[in-house]
């Protein structure tokens, strides 16, 4: 089931979802997460992010279960502090293709690349994603307003 056919089905479910889980490493949260919270929330997204979100302590995973159970769609914003942290939170390539195959997640890749995420993780990398070295965060942002719309 497509990606857009996820969202629809997840909206019409639970209509009071936020529209889209906002994954990131922890060392981002003032930096690329938080730019790219602050222009989807301006697009009117409506963005369930950890900052705002989570208690402190909460393992990785079972954020990210939360986050994605009370949102339409998952971004994980792939960082170099991102792809550090992966093999340490040992989120398994099992547990990571369960979220995957709901069709909910989807990659924005920021100041590294495919080939990197690859290596730590070839099931995301699998995905169909987004690159801010494509397109500019903003446009990242846009797109992914233009995804949820419904």
């Known amino acids: ?15 009071d979802l936020r529209d889209v889980f906002l994954c990131h490493a922890w ?17 009117g997204v409506k963005v369930w992010f950890s ?12 954020a990210i279960d939360k986050g994605l159970a009370n ?9 170099p502090a991102l792809l550090l942290r992966l093999p340490k939170e040992g989120i398994a390539d099992k547990e ?10 989807v990659p924005i890749v920021h100041n590294t690349t495919y080939v990197a ?8 990398a699998s995905r169909t994603g987004l690159d801010t070295s ?6 990242v942002a ?9």
């Open 1 to 15: 089931m497509p990606i857009r056919e996820t969202i629809e089905a997840r909206a019409a479910a639970q209509p």
């Open 27 to 43: 060392d981002d949260r003032q930096g690329p997460a938080k730019e790219l919270h602050d222009l989807l929330e301006a697009a």
């Open 71 to 79: 949102s339409r769609i998952g971004l994980v914003l792939v960082t």
């Open 134 to 139: 494509e397109d500019s965060m903003a446009v």
């Open 117 to 124: 995420l690859r290596n730590v993780s070839p099931l995301l």
């Open 142 to 150: 846009e797109k992914i307003a233009e995804l949820i719309a419904i």
């Open 51 to 62: 900052e705002k979100d989570l208690g402190l302590g909460v393992p990785m995973m079972r």
């Open 96 to 105: 990571l293709s369960a979220l995957l195959a709901g069709n909910q997640l």
